[in-house]
């Protein structure tokens, strides 16, 4: 079984700011590793994902994240937020070692706010 | 392509009263999902499918049942309702196999289920 940490259940960041939103895991088994964003009143959109190759993946957006298997973390990163970045985002893990792939387990999520 | 779609969007539910949320996906996924989503909590699994005719529960399948007649096609059903269970419902699908789109969950917009 996996389980998913966010860090922080909430962000404030000024516009034009840097932002990270930490991810930690828990897995006795190789993961696939995913961001979601959710704006107010939608649904779930897919900002990045790790697979496999390359630690450092970029998004849409701006977004990044980076992939630390010692430190068991995929922290999101941008260096310069806008308002309309204000969102929900969540952290999600499945097993990469075969067989339920298709079955994410979620953070609790992070509230992103973007202040003028 | 509509991608994945929810009816209804908002419902409201008298406590014992039964109903069903659809979801259809026109991407030919084999796998499809309900998750809720509660504040605080993230999303959590309740029940997936694998293909038609082939379902299982997920972290919290109490009071919902489903059934996969189809491939497009994955119902959530709540027998009996109970204020425990006002949520958000988002259903997903996915692929599930390797390539750009490879292990990535296509949300619908979710159900807003209110039981008094």
């Known amino acids: 079984a996996q389980s998913v940490t966010q860090l922080d259940s909430q962000v404030p960041v000024f516009e034009e700011a840097p932002v990270e939103l930490r991810c930690n895991y828990s897995?006795?088994?190789?993961?696939?590793l995913f961001w979601y964003v959710q704006y107010p009143n939608q649904g779930l959109q897919l900002l990045l994902k790790?697979?496999?190759?390359?630690?450092l993946v970029k998004g849409i957006n701006g977004f990044e994240a980076e992939f630390n298997k010692s430190q068991t973390s995929f922290h999101l990163r941008k260096p310069s937020v806008h308002i309309s970045d204000t969102a929900e985002y969540f952290c999600?893990?499945?097993?990469?070692?075969?067989?339920?792939?298709?079955?994410?387990?979620f953070g609790k999520g992070t509230l992103l706010t973007v202040n003028p | 392509n509509a991608g994945v779609t929810q009816t209804p969007k908002f419902q409201v539910l008298k406590t014992g009263q039964s109903m069903t949320l659809q979801c259809a996906q026109d991407?030919?996924?084999?796998?499809m999902s309900w998750y809720r989503q509660d504040p605080g909590m993230g999303l959590r699994l309740i029940h997936y499918?694998?293909?038609?005719?082939?379902?299982d529960q997920g972290e919290v399948p109490n009071g919902y049942n489903v059934s996969r007649s189809t491939t497009e096609d994955f119902p959530l059903r709540l027998l009996s309702a109970a204020p425990s269970q006002t949520s958000v419902y988002f259903c997903?699908?996915?692929?599930?196999?390797?390539?750009?789109?490879?292990?990535?969950?296509?949300f619908g917009p979710g159900t807003r289920l209110t039981v008094t």
């Open positions: 499918s694998v293909g038609a005719g082939i379902t």
């Open positions: 991407m030919n996924h084999e796998y």
């Open positions: 790790y697979l496999s190759g390359s630690t």
């Open positions: 897995s006795s088994v190789s993961v696939y």
């Open positions: 999600a893990v499945s097993d990469a070692s075969g067989g339920s792939n298709y079955k994410l387990t």
């Open positions: 997903a699908s996915s692929y599930g196999g390797p390539g750009l789109a490879g292990y990535e969950q296509y």
